[in-house]
């Protein structure tokens, strides 16, 4: 199993502004995920992240709205940038794990 | 990753069986049926998985139909606690995998 940490577990930003979304894993992973769950909806996976490559985002994401950083194995970034209040979701941190996907508890962003 | 169908809610009354139905009918031979759940506010769940035989473990059952393309999570003894979203997926298992999540199923549990 793993156990997956997020920071900051929620936020309220002001439109126009940037938050940095921390994932940390308590054990060494290729790939991570992130996942957004606007309010009432399904999980949308944003991308995925292989440490030491660039990541592979999913149709509708962008780099440039949502960066993100693996510097190693046991941690990812997902950057929120340029925020509108469409923006406003949970962001989740997932990775697999033999069988399953583990998730984190996810960061609930309010954007205003 | 083929698509799955679930109803959109369920009720079923505290300490009966909860039988949640998906169907899967595009599913590949290489894809296994996923099944995870969403409580209010956290993360989802793993809950089981299962390629053709039926499986069971601790949390629940799962029966799969013999041509694969629809299958049925069974909580023996629901309780209020299980009250959540339940996901069902088919996804290939190759180790490396991302789950790609459809509407899911809001099951009530009540008193």
């Known amino acids: 199993s793993a156990v997956i940490s997020q920071k900051p577990s929620r936020d309220i930003c002001q439109r126009g502004t940037s938050l940095t979304i921390q994932c940390q894993v308590d054990?060494?992973?290729?790939?991570m995920f992130w996942y957004r769950q606007q309010p009432g909806q399904s999980l949308t996976l944003i991308a995925t992240?292989?440490?030491?490559?660039?990541?592979?985002?999913e149709s509708g994401f962008v780099i440039d709205k949502f960066p993100i950083s693996r510097p190693n194995l046991t941690f990812s970034t997902l950057t929120v940038s340029n925020m509108s209040p469409e923006d406003s979701s949970i962001y989740l941190c997932?990775?697999?794990?033999?069988?399953?996907?583990?998730f984190g508890p996810g960061t609930r962003l309010t954007v205003l | 990753d083929a698509k799955t169908t679930q109803p959109t809610s369920m009720d079923c009354a505290e300490g009966r069986a909860a039988n949640l139905p998906c169907n899967h009918s595009?599913?590949?031979?290489?894809?296994?049926v996923y099944w995870y759940r969403q409580i209010h506010s956290q993360g989802p769940q793993y809950i089981i998985h299962?390629?053709?035989n039926n499986e069971t473990n601790e949390m629940a059952s799962l029966i799969i139909t013999e041509d694969r393309k629809s299958s049925t999570l069974i909580l023996p003894h629901a309780t209020l606690r299980d009250t959540a979203v339940y996901y069902c997926?088919?996804?290939?298992?190759?180790?490396?995998?991302?789950?790609?999540f459809g509407a899911g199923t809001r099951l009530f549990v009540k008193a």
């Open positions: 997926i088919a996804a290939g298992n190759t180790g490396g995998f991302k789950t790609i």
């Open positions: 997932s990775v697999t794990g033999g069988n399953e996907q583990f």
């Open positions: 299962g390629l053709k």
């Open positions: 595009t599913i590949s031979g290489n894809e296994y």
């Open positions: 992240a292989n440490q030491g490559s660039e990541a592979t985002y």
């Open positions: 054990s060494q992973v290729t790939m």
